[in-house]
């Protein structure tokens, strides 16, 4: 336990741990295969309470903030930041990248165990909080952006349907 040493070194070594756990959760997030982020998994599947994302929308107003926080380009330049496409593929691709994303920043939650095994009580505490305030916006942002998706994968199938010629047009705004 790191509760006998100096308080200087103790938030030392908490922070040194805490970036090769992050590191360490990172580089285990992106040499995973791809299947191990499928949104069917137990991790990822929908929730009752999130009502299909209307949750975030209306108790969170996630609109309000989640453009503000930065986002990281993912594995192959993936950006998450707009629609490249409206292709099954790239949109198939895109909901299992929230899933990256959101098992990443799960498993950094995780370190906060170590925190409570390593020191006091009120340190672990300090420590849980900052780690949470880091990471829980994003783990609402990839299941929010998830249920929009999931909306539209919906929507295109749909459409692909009814009219397979037109299963590569844009979808407009307003849809």
């Not at 006091?120 to 300090?126: D, N």
Request: charged content about 20%.
């Amino acid at each position: 336990m790191l509760t006998s040493l100096p308080v200087y070194k103790m938030l030392a070594i908490n922070v040194i741990l805490g970036i090769v756990w992050h590191t360490a959760m990172f580089i285990f997030c992106i040499a995973r295969n791809e299947a191990a982020f499928s949104p069917d998994k137990k991790l990822y599947r929908p929730h009752k309470w999130e009502r299909s994302g209307k949750f975030y929308a209306d108790v969170l107003k996630i609109n309000r903030w989640k453009d503000r926080l930065p986002q990281y380009i993912g594995k192959d330049g993936f950006s998450k930041e707009h629609l490249e496409s409206t292709s099954l593929d790239y949109i198939d691709h895109f909901i299992m990248e929230t899933c990256r994303g959101e098992w990443n920043h799960t498993m950094n939650c995780v370190f906060a165990l170590a925190l409570f095994m390593l020191n006091h009580f009120g340190i672990a505490l300090l420590f849980t909080v900052l780690l949470l305030s880091g990471h829980l916006p994003f783990i609402i942002i990839q299941r929010y952006n998830r249920f929009r998706l999931q909306k539209l994968r919906k929507l295109l199938l749909r459409k692909d349907s009814r009219h397979p010629q037109m299963a590569a047009a844009p979808i407009p705004e307003n849809a």
